[in-house]
């Protein structure tokens, strides 16, 4: 049962890494005098979806079923 909440933290993972990826290609392409706006797309992406799917993550709760005898 623990399929759903394993999804949704590795989710969450992700779109926080896309965050720090976001940060880092921000910096990246300032430093060459380019336009940051794609690292700064993907860092608002991340934020938003890290924010939403580790809400999620903290409310999922599991109910097993209960085996009859």
Not at 17 to 39: C, F, K, N, Q
């Amino acid at each position: 049962m623990t399929g759903i909440s394993s999804i949704v933290n590795i989710l969450a993972l992700v779109f926080w890494a896309l965050a720090v990826g976001g940060i880092a290609l921000a910096v990246s392409a300032t430093s060459r005098r380019a336009s940051a706006r794609p690292g700064v797309i993907l860092l608002v992406v991340g934020l938003v979806g890290g924010v939403i799917m580790s809400v999620m993550n903290a409310g999922l709760i599991i109910v097993a079923p209960r085996k009859l005898a």
